[in-house]
Structure formats: C-alpha cells, structure tokens
C-alpha cells in the first residue's frame, strides 16, 4: 500500500521500490480491496524479495519490521514505520492502516520534495524511496 500511495501522490517524481524481506506469494487480497476503494488499482504489484542492491540503491529505506533482515548502508535514509500487520484483518482494519500509511506518505514526500505543489512536483533525479516490510506482503 506504500508503493501504491507514493506512486498515486508523485506520479514519476520519486522512483518507487517495495520489497520485502520474507515476501507472500501474492499482494493482501485485502491490501488490494481497501486500495481500490479509493481509486489506487496495486492489482499488478508482485511481491519480490528485498535485495541487498536495491535497498543500495535507494536514498531513502522506509521498513515495517523489517528487523536486523534490512541491510544497512552509510549514507541512506532510514525509517521504521510500526504498523498493524494488514495480513489476516478484516477490512475495517486494512482501511485503517491503509490511512496510516496515506498519512506518513504523505508527511514524507512534503520533506522530500517541499517546494513541490500536490500535482506540480519536481525532484532532483537521485530521490529514490524503497519500502520493504518483514512479512513480505506488499503493504
């Protein structure tokens, strides 16, 4: 739901990568579900596994208990966002994780791109943001 909200917020303005560490064989039925009814279509995401080069990659890592599985590098931003596991819960709590994640999406695209207007953005080409979460579902 992270790749999907930044993609949804940025267009092509932040490169998007999401992974994660013990990926599921497919995206949360539900994840996908709560995103439609907003209008965000995450049906033709695959899972993939985090890779040391991505996340190498990237200047920006946000997890969501990725644990000690997340490979660290000098130089990369690095958040940890505690969020209730969307995998297994009904609806009503998918919505509201999938509003938690829109909420700190949306905090972070205003620190990396601040002088950007909601659809007029423009980033340096070397922003790039990966996510990864430990479960492996896309979230």
């Known amino acids: 739901m992270a790749a999907g909200w930044l993609s949804h917020l940025t267009g092509d303005a932040i490169e998007v990568r999401s992974a994660g560490s013990i990926p599921a064989d497919q995206i949360n039925p539900a994840a996908v579900r709560a995103m439609n009814e907003i209008g965000i279509d995450i049906t033709g995401q695959k899972p993939k596994v985090l890779t040391t080069d991505a996340v190498q990659a990237s200047d920006v890592v946000i997890t969501m208990g990725c644990g000690d ?23 009503e709590i998918v919505r509201q994780v999938r509003d938690d994640i829109r909420d700190r999406v949306q905090h972070l695209v205003t620190e990396l791109l601040p002088n950007r207007a909601t659809h007029q953005r423009t980033v340096p080409s070397n922003v790039r943001t990966g996510t990864a979460n430990g479960a492996g579902d896309l979230a």
């Open 69 to 91: 599985a997340c490979p660290i590098f000098p130089g990369t931003r690095y958040e940890d966002w505690e969020l209730t596991d969307p995998a297994g819960q009904p609806i």
